[in-house]
Each structure stands twice: as structure tokens, then as C-alpha cells.
């Protein structure tokens, strides 16, 4: 079954602002689904409707043909990714990481070992006992992909995770992104600001619009291949 459908679903805002016109679109297990569109277009509201962090104003969306409270229930199908890494600063990175297992009341036997595996598929296992502010950028970001990724998610978003890193970094963390998604074909939705981003990691790119929200194009590409 796909994994998401949206169903003439639209956004206007309180102000009355159109955040989006109706979309339609469905998104198939095994995707690596790239939004691409100027500032406004509607992409971080497509994604929040997507995450249900937002409601639709009119339409609807289903999740695995499910409204989101029977997924809500399992509490680990979706992981969110902000652009700006949202660590708490207080606490190290292999805390961070366990915290979404914390508040899933995991006992910490069976989370650990979890905890330990996420932050090795990041590439972060020498600095688990680090603070946040004793990692780049760049390591933030991958720390904050490992927490989405410790829960075990089938649905993987990501709003611009890379937009503040300098070019060098996220050339890397794209890289390990395509690796991460080869292994085991984690349903992504990523937004980027980068045709590079959009063309590098993507099976299907949505170009959108603004005035208002909207799809203008979208495209399926072939399967990233990680690089040697
Ligand atoms: P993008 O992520 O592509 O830059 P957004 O989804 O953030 O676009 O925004 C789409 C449109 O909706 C823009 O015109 C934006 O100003 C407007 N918008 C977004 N969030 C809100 C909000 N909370 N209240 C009012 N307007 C909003
Ligand atoms: P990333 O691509 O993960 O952001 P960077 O390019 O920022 O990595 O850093 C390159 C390498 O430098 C890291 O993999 C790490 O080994 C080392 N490094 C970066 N920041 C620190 C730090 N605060 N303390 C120790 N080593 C660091």
C-alpha cells in the first residue's frame, strides 16, 4: 500500500493566507520523495501536513490507509528532521538519542542497544559522550538524524536538514543519506533548496510553485546508487 496519500488536501492559514492549493499525491513505500520550489511555495506546509503537524483545512490524508490516530498509536512510523538540529544542549549525544525511546517508556536494556546502532549508522560512535556543543554542524545535523532514526520509522521527514551547513559537509552527509537509504529503502521525504540535493538523492522530485502552494512538475528518476 503506499505510504502516505494526500487527498485534495489544502492550507489556508488564519491570516487567510493560501499556504497551498488542493494536492493531490501519493507516496509509495521504498520512496526518496525530494521537494524542490522557491520560499513559499508550500513545501515545510506540505510537510507538516504530511507529518500531522498541521491539519488541512479541507481534504484529507491516510497513512498506510489509516487515519494518523491508528499510526499515532505505534508512536514510531513517522521521524521528523528540522533544519536547525534541535538537541538539548544539556544532555550528550547518546541521551539525545535515546530520548524519543525515553518517552516511548522503553526500558533502557532494550534501548541501548538501539541508541548505540543509530549512532553508529551516522558515523558518530566516538563521540556518543560528547555535549552538543562540542560537535560541528555537521555532526549535529547527524545526531539529529540519529534520533530520528533510533525509533526505526517507516517514514522519514526531512525539511531542508542541511540548508545551514557549508557545501563540503553537506556533500558528505548527502552521501552517507544515499547509503543510509539504500540499506533498507526508508521512505523519505526531503526538502531542499538544492537541485543538486533534489537530483543526487531522489527515485521522484516534486518541483513546486507559489501563489498559492502548488505542484508544478515532478519527475521520477532512477535509484540513487551510494558511491564508492
Ligand atoms: P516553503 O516551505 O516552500 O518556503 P511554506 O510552506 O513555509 O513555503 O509557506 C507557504 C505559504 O504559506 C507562504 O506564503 C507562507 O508565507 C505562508 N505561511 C506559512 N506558514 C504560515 C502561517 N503559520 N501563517 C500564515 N501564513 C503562513
Ligand atoms: P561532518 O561532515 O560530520 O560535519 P566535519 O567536516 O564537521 O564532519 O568534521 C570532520 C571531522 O573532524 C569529524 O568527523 C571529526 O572527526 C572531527 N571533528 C569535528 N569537530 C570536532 C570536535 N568538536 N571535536 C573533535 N573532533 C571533531
Not at 547518546?94 to 533502557?108: C, F, G, I
Not at 531542508?160 to 563540503?168: I, S, T
Not at 540499506?183 to 533534489?198: G, P
Amino acid at each position: 500500500p503506499p505510504a502516505v496519500e494526500v487527498l485534495s488536501a489544502e492550507k489556508v492559514f488564519s491570516n487567510g493566507t493560501r499556504g497551498l492549493a488542493p494536492i493531490d499525491l501519493s507516496i509509495a513505500d521504498g520512496e526518496f520523495l525530494t521537494l524542490i520550489g522557491p520560499s513559499g511555495c508550500g513545501k515545510s506546509t506540505l510537510l507538516k501536513l504530511i507529518a500531522n503537524l498541521l491539519e488541512p483545512s479541507d481534504g484529507r490524508l491516510l497513512w498506510w490507509r489509516g487515519d494518523f490516530a491508528q499510526v499515532g498509536q505505534e508512536g514510531r512510523h513517522l521521524a521528523f528532521v528540522f533544519q536547525e538540529p534541535t538537541l538539548m544542549p544539556w544532555a550528550r549525544v547518546e541521551a539525545n538519542v535515546r530520548l524519543p525511546l525515553e518517552l516511548a517508556d522503553m526500558p533502557r536494556a532494550k534501548a541501548d542497544p538501539l541508541v548505540k546502532d543509530a549512532i553508529a549508522r551516522v558515523g558518530l560512535s566516538a563521540f556518543a559522550r560528547h555535549y552538543p556543543r562540542q560537535l560541528s554542524g555537521g555532526m549535529k545535523m547527524r545526531a539529529s538524524i540519529a534520533r530520528a532514526l533510533v525509533t526505526s520509522p517507516n517514514l522519514l521527514l526531512m525539511d531542508e536538514p542541511f540548508g545551514a551547513l557549508d557545501e563540503f559537509t553537506r556533500n558528505k552527509l548527502d552521501d552517507d543519506l544515499v547509503r543510509l537509504w539504500w540499506e533498507r529503502k526508508l521512505t523519505t521525504i526531503f526538502v531542499t533548496h538544492s537541485i543538486y540535493e533534489a537530483v543526487f538523492l531522489s527515485t521522484r522530485i516534486i518541483v513546486m510553485a507559489a501563489n498559492p502552494g502548488r505542484i508544478f512538475r515532478t519527475m521520477t528518476i532512477d535509484q540513487p546508487q551510494p558511491r564508492d
